[in-house]
Nanobody
Framework: QVQLVESGGGLVQAGGSLRLSCAAS????????MAWFRQAPGKEREFVTA????????DYADSVKGRFTISRDNAKNTVYLQMNSLKPEDTAVYYC??????????????????WGQGTQVTVSS
């Protein structure tokens, strides 16, 4: 079982940047697809981005393309989410997830078995 802990959230002004980290323990993430999801108040959890276990496949939600970048460092057992040009609508709790979707890149929450506790990102206008 993989344990995931997110960090790096906080309050930032619109146009600013943040880098989220997701540190894994108990098992290596090298064989898992890794993803970031987010959930804003009163809304359903939504897909943000994911990278396959081999790092050869990556997908982004249209709303974050060109602004967010996912990366993984298997040696450090850590996944990152670099967020640039942040907008107030990016405000949400961001969750890291690990799984084996059996597709090119999983974009659905049910495809991921392991989840972190989330980190709050607040973007002020």
């Amino acid at each position: 079982q993989v344990q995931l802990v997110e960090s790096g959230g906080g309050l930032v002004q619109a146009g600013g940047s943040l880098r989220l980290s997701c540190a894994a323990s108990r098992r290596t993430i090298s064989s898992y697809d890794m993803a970031w999801f987010r959930q804003a108040p009163g809304k359903e959890r939504e897909f943000v981005t994911a990278k396959s276990w081999s790092a050869s496949n990556t997908d982004y939600a249209d709303s974050v393309k060109g602004r967010f970048t996912i990366s993984r460092d298997n040696a450090k057992n850590t996944v990152y989410l670099q967020m640039n040009s942040l907008k107030p609508e990016d405000t949400a709790v961001y969750y890291c997830a690990a799984g084996s979707p059996k597709v090119r890149v999983g974009t659905k929450s049910y495809q991921y078995a392991y989840w972190g506790q989330g980190t709050q990102v607040t973007v002020s206008s």
